[in-house]
Each structure stands twice: as structure tokens, then as C-alpha cells.
């Protein structure tokens, strides 16, 4: 599999570190009590078909992306930086 880093272009996956769900980058604020602490943490989808999801360019430029892939058929469909997309520019 590769992926088209925004930084660095077209690298084998193996240049980067998986790190979980998109929805990672949906902190709960400090005052939104157990209950969506434990779901950040612990709750998971396991969706069929199209996921965002979090990578570490490890062993490139160190940048975290937003990876949008088919978990069904590994296809990459869009390739963007974490921090653009949380600050809504992607």
C-alpha cells in the first residue's frame, strides 16, 4: 500500500505509523464528565466501506495525516494534514 503524503509525495506505508480512528482528534473538552471520556477512549466503530483515520509519517517529515481509505479493499481516497483538517481548511 502507499500513501501520497501532502509533505513528502508518493511513499510506501510502511514510512508511516497507524495511530486509530479520525475521531481521535475530537478531544472532549475537560468538563464533559466520564461518560465522553470513556467513549473517546474506549469506544470504536469497526465500519465496512470508506474510515478517516490517523497516520504518523514516521520515518519521512513526522507529520500526522488524515488518511480517508476503504478499509475493505485498502484504497486510498484522499490524503490530508490532521492539523488542516481540524482547523476545517482541508
Do not use: T
Not at 464528565?33 to 466503530?45: H, Q
Not at 497516520?55 to 500526522?64: D, M, N, V, Y
Amino acid at each position: 500500500m502507499r500513501l501520497k503524503c501532502p509533505l513528502c509525495g508518493d511513499r510506501d506505508a510502511r514510512e508511516f505509523h497507524y495511530r486509530g480512528a479520525a475521531k481521535l482528534m475530537e478531544r472532549p473538552e475537560a468538563g464533559a464528565g466520564e461518560a465522553a471520556f470513556y467513549d473517546y477512549v474506549y469506544l470504536r466503530e469497526n465500519p465496512v466501506g470508506a474510515n478517516s483515520e490517523l497516520w504518523f509519517h514516521e520515518l519521512g517529515c513526522r507529520a500526522w495525516l488524515c488518511v480517508s481509505r476503504d478499509v475493505s479493499s485498502h484504497e486510498i481516497l484522499s490524503v490530508e494534514l490532521a492539523d488542516a483538517v481540524k482547523r476545517g481548511q482541508a
